[in-house]
Every structure is written in C-alpha cells, then in structure tokens.
C-alpha cells in the first residue's frame, strides 16, 4: 500500500475531473488516488471508470458536502497520510514529495498545506489558503498572500516551511491517526470553514500544522459555489460562529462572540449600502441559526482551549484602518 492517498470530492463535476484529474494521476506517482463521489447526477462516476481506470472510486450515498462527504468517504482508506484536493486543483510536477518528506522527518506534523496559486493568474496567490492561514482574535482569517479581497503576486517570498495555524480545504493533507482522533470534519458545517474548526481542534490537542512553499497547485476558487453566492455568506458568518463557540478559551468565549457579533453587524449594513439586501439577509440568518443551535455547540466544546492562538487582535482594524493590505505591513510598528 502507497503512504499517501489523494482523495478528491466530487458532486456532478465531470468537466472539472476531465480537465483537472490528468495532472493528478501524472504528477501523484506517491500517491493512491481516489474520487469520493457525493451522490452525482452527472456521468462523472462512469467517466472516471472508463477513462482512467488507476483511480479507485467511492460512491456516498448522498450529497453530504464537504465535511460529512469527506467523513464518510475516508472510513474506507487506509494510507498514512490523507490528501483532500479539490476537483478544480491542477497540481505540479513533485508537488507530493516535499510535503511528504515534512511529514516522514517530523512525527508531530499531523497537517500542511502547499502553495495555493490562482489557476487563472499563476503569478497571484489565490484566495483559499494562499501561502498558509491564521486567525485573529475575533475568528476572521487570513493568509500569507491573502487578506481579505487583497492578493499579492507571488514573487517567491513564501517559498518556505514554517507553523501556520490553519491549512486550507482546498488541497490539505492531515495523518489518517490524526483525522480520526480528532473525529473528522464537523459534518453540521456543510461547507466552508470546516478545515479552519479542524485545525483549531488539532492545535488545541497540541498537534503541529505547517505550510510547505516547496510544493505548489493552482485552485481555480467558486468552481462549486460562487464568491458572489448568498449561501456561501451564509455558510461562512454562521460556521465562523460556530468554530468558535466551540474552540475559544472559556474566560474569552462570550466576550469575543460579542465583539464577533458587532462585526457582523457593520459588514451586514455594508451589504445594505452595497445594494445586497440578499447578503444582509444571509447574515441575519446565519445568526438565528446560530442562537437556535448554541446549546449544541457549547455541548461540542473540548476540555483543552489554548490561550495563544492569534497573530493579531483585528485584522480588521489593520487592513481597514491601518492600511495592512499585505502580510507584511500587519507587524509594522
């Protein structure tokens, strides 16, 4: 059996696997490939069997999303190392290899991701993930490469291996031991945010999670849901609330989610001022639900929440008050 299995998730993604599976199959000699497949419609299942035979195929059930897809999926491969990669992933020559080697020389390393570059502008970083991610205080993340909307050209300025706080779901590599200890992604998530409440569970358990610039893909980004989508507004205000409801130490918890909760509200006037009225009314959504459900997740909170787990105290006063469109400009002064 290979140490590292490449699983990709797949709902009715038959163009994307034919333009995006043959660079995978070339370029992962490492690597067991598989297509989990969410219950299609499409002919991608009949495609993938009769057009590239290598790849071994799973069939859920059911649209499940990302999180519960993967979940489900996952209970039936056993290599070492798990690979999700997205269907709209195109990868490199010897992109495998050094993450590989991150995890073979460090045995505390149980997640990492690669480079993640714009498929339609390889010079740019590109929005999920980029050049790896971190939190602020108050749950918004950002990147290396990425805050917010700004993205910097790569100019090799991460090519480097160092500790991130969270890898992106668009190509994340974690150890099978790991997945399974931690009880895999938070199936309620659906989609969106469910890898950064994975890695914060893991950091809380005292696990390690890198960035490796030595390895690069190019994401294509809203291939599945649009950037524009008032579901993905949705999905995002309410995971974020969730992951930290679950995660945060308990002498921040209710302090932060309230400082959390005024934020929404400005950025749910914003999209009223932006003729958005649907995104407004996504936010408002995102937080009924989240009040419905906070006994629930109080319930998923562990016994571990480490205190440090910010770079920042707000991204968002750095990027919009104090100009900090780039990484760099966030420690200045």
Same mark, same amino acid.
């Given at each position: 059996?290979?140490?590292?299995?490449?699983?990709?998730?797949?709902?009715?993604?038959?163009?994307? !696997?034919?333009?995006?599976?043959?660079?995978?199959?070339?370029?992962?000699? /490492?690597?067991?490939?598989?297509?989990? @497949?969410?219950?299609?419609?499409?002919?991608?299942?009949?495609?993938?069997?009769?057009?590239?035979?290598?790849?071994?195929?799973?069939?859920?059930?059911?649209?499940?999303?990302?999180?519960?897809?993967?979940?489900?999926?996952? /209970?039936?491969?056993?290599?070492?190392?798990?690979?999700?990669?997205?269907?709209?992933?195109?990868?490199?020559?010897?992109?495998? &290899?050094?993450?590989?080697?991150?995890?073979?020389?460090?045995?505390?390393?149980?997640?990492?991701?690669?480079?993640? !570059?714009?498929?339609?502008?390889?010079?740019?970083?590109?929005?999920?993930?980029?050049?790896?991610?971190?939190?602020?205080?108050?749950?918004?993340? =950002?990147?290396?490469?990425?805050?917010? @909307?700004?993205?910097?050209?790569?100019?090799?300025?991460?090519?480097?291996?160092?500790?991130?706080?969270?890898?992106?779901?668009?190509?994340?590599?974690?150890?099978?031991?790991?997945?399974?200890?931690?009880?895999?992604? @938070?199936? @309620?998530?659906?989609? +969106? &945010?469910? /890898?950064?409440?994975?890695?914060?569970?893991?950091?809380? &358990?005292?696990?390690?999670?890198?960035?490796?610039?030595?390895?690069?893909?190019?994401?294509?980004?809203?291939?599945?849901? &649009?950037?524009?989508?008032?579901?993905?507004?949705?999905?995002?205000?309410?995971?974020?609330?969730?992951?930290?409801?679950?995660?945060?130490?308990?002498?921040?918890?209710?302090?932060? !989610?309230?400082?959390?909760?005024?934020?929404?509200?400005?950025?749910?006037?914003?999209?009223?001022? /932006?003729? %958005?009225?649907? +995104?407004?009314?996504?936010?408002? %959504?995102? +937080?009924?639900?989240?009040?419905? +459900?906070?006994?629930?997740?109080?319930?998923?909170?562990?016994?571990?929440?480490?205190?440090?787990?910010? %770079?920042?105290?707000?991204?968002?006063?750095?990027?919009?008050?104090?100009?900090?469109?780039? =990484?760099?400009?966030?420690?200045?002064?």
């Amino acid at each position: 059996m290979k140490k590292i299995a490449v699983v990709i998730l797949n709902w009715n993604g038959q163009k994307l !696997l034919e333009q995006f599976l043959p660079s995978v199959i070339q370029y992962s000699p /490492e690597a067991t490939v598989y297509v989990a @497949d969410n219950a299609s419609t499409d002919n991608s299942v009949s495609f993938v069997q009769s057009t590239f035979p290598s790849v071994k195929i799973i069939q859920n059930t059911g649209n499940f999303g990302y999180a519960k897809g993967y979940n489900v999926a996952l /209970e039936q491969v056993e290599e070492e190392i798990y690979a999700l990669v997205n269907s709209d992933i195109e990868v490199t020559e010897n992109w495998l &290899q050094p993450i590989i080697t991150l995890f073979e020389n460090d045995a505390t390393l149980a997640i990492a991701q690669p480079k993640i !570059l714009d498929f339609k502008n390889k010079k740019m970083f590109e929005y999920a993930g980029a050049g790896g991610g971190f939190i602020d205080k108050y749950g918004f993340p =950002f990147c290396r490469g990425r805050i917010f @909307d700004t993205l910097e050209e790569d100019k090799g300025q991460y090519n480097d291996v160092i500790d991130i706080f969270w890898a992106t779901g668009a190509c994340f590599f974690i150890r099978k031991e790991v997945f399974r200890a931690l009880n895999g992604l @938070d199936a @309620d998530f659906f989609a +969106h &945010q469910e /890898e950064i409440d994975l890695c914060w569970r893991a950091f809380n &358990q005292g696990y390690k999670i890198q960035y490796c610039g030595l390895s690069t893909v190019y994401h294509v980004g809203g291939a599945t849901l &649009q950037t524009g989508s008032p579901m993905k507004t949705f999905l995002n205000f309410r995971n974020s609330l969730w992951m930290m409801t679950k995660n945060l130490p308990t002498r921040k918890l209710f302090p932060v !989610l309230f400082i959390r909760m005024i934020f929404d509200g400005i950025a749910g006037v914003k999209f009223l001022a /932006e003729g %958005k009225p649907k +995104h407004l009314w996504a936010v408002l %959504k995102s +937080h009924f639900y989240f009040y419905t +459900h906070l006994p629930k997740y109080l319930k998923k909170r562990n016994q571990t929440q480490k205190e440090n787990y910010y %770079k920042i105290n707000s991204i968002v006063y750095r990027y919009f008050i104090k100009n900090g469109k780039v =990484f760099a400009d966030l420690f200045k002064n």
